[in-house]
């Protein structure tokens, strides 16, 4: 079968980037009474100084709004030009409708194709990719991709394990047409035999000899971190490597590694494993920021552009991991300068 005027592939490229972090910052000194802890020795386990919290009153969609209207503001377009939105979270509150189809309600684009995918702290890269491929394809022109998470809704205020790492905030990207290849192909994958590494505990619903149990409990992040810090340390740095060489570049061509801001050891780790030349700018946003999930890489992008704006139409690797457990990479051009 021929088919009918068929749009010949084409290339696609990261626009620009938005982000919201919530107005109310969290230094350690806030929680580690709660957890019996200090100030030193968060930082020396993940190198976090402080996080961005939401009010009570401030929802996931709500600074989602935010992210998305400054990305789509700084590449030029307008919101009717998006005709297709991916949300990248895992702190929704609802099954149904999705947080894609109530952005788009927000921002007026009440046509365009919208969904959520959960894949956690890989989420993001998740979407970039699937941006990438349906621009390429011809069924998308421009893809709103967004990442974003308010995490302290499902945090422990009182676990040691996870009360002082996440945090809220969201990123947002418009992914568009390019004349030149702006994002390499995605390398991606699961390892699924250690998904209970990271988990929300309780669920919502559960069963009990065949029947639906209710009133469970509110669920909170549970993971169990030194496993997932070997799993992280040792299975990413080949997979960043593969994301370079399907780029068809060699290490030293990055300008910047954008990596998951999960913690500042597993960077540091992931940085030396690959073999990173020092001339790579190495974004750092967890130090003031924390672990956002799907929102920590675009988030982080917008920070390493702002303070350095050399970096603008550049190579970066993106790497994202997290719960599944799952990963994502690729290498992108960072978006150019914006007016």
């Known amino acids: 079968m021929t088919l009918i005027n068929n749009p010949a592939p084409q290339n696609s490229r990261i626009f620009s980037v938005g982000a919201y972090r919530p107005e109310r910052v969290v230094p350690n000194s806030e929680i580690v009474d709660l957890i019996d802890s200090t ?19 401030q929802s996931l969609v709500d600074m989602s709004v935010e992210a998305s209207i400054i990305a789509i503001k700084r590449a030029g377009i307008t919101v009717d030009q998006i ?3 991916i949300f990248a979270t895992i702190s929704y509150p609802y099954q149904a409708p999705s947080a894609a189809t109530e952005l788009a309600a927000r921002l007026g684009a009440n046509t365009a194709a ?19 491929d349906l621009i390429r394809g011809g ?42 290849v702006g994002i390499g192909p995605t390398i991606w994958g699961s390892d699924a035999s250690n998904r209970d590494a990271i988990t929300l505990e309780p669920s919502f619903l559960e069963f009990k000899n065949g029947k639906h149990v209710s009133d469970v409990g509110w669920p909170n992040i549970a993971q169990e ?30 300008a910047a590694f954008i990596p998951h801001q999960a913690n500042e050891r597993i960077i540091d780790s992931l940085v030396k494993s690959m073999g990173l030349p ?22 982080a992008m917008d920070r390493l552009l702002a303070e350095h704006p050399e970096l603008h139409g550049k190579n970066a690797l993106l790497i994202g991991f ?7 990479a690729q290498v992108v051009e960072l978006p150019p300068k914006w007016s």
Request: aromatic letters at 8%; proline letters at 4%; hydrophobic letters at 45%.
């Open 39 to 57: 100030d030193e020795w968060i930082q020396q386990r993940t190198g976090i100084e402080s996080r961005h919290r939401a009010a009570a009153d």
């Open 83 to 85: 005709d297709s939105i």
């Open 114 to 132: 919208a969904w959520d995918i959960s894949a956690a702290c890989a989420g993001f890269s998740y979407g970039v990719g699937m941006a990438a």
């Open 139 to 180: 069924t998308a022109r421009y893809v709103l991709v967004v990442g974003g998470e308010k995490l302290s809704d499902f945090t422990d205020p009182t676990d040691r394990a996870t009360a002082f790492i996440f945090a809220d905030g969201v990123g947002a990207v418009v992914i568009g047409p390019s004349e030149n």
């Open 225 to 254: 971190g030194q496993r997932v810090f070997r799993w992280a340390v040792y299975e990413m740095a080949p997979v960043g490597r593969k994301a370079i060489e399907a780029a068809g570049i060699t290490p030293d061509q990055l």
């Open 278 to 299: 020092d001339t790579v700018e190495v974004a750092r946003d967890i130090r003031t920021t924390g672990n956002t999930s799907s929102a920590s890489i675009p988030l």
């Open 322 to 328: 997290g719960a599944g457990l799952v990963f994502a």
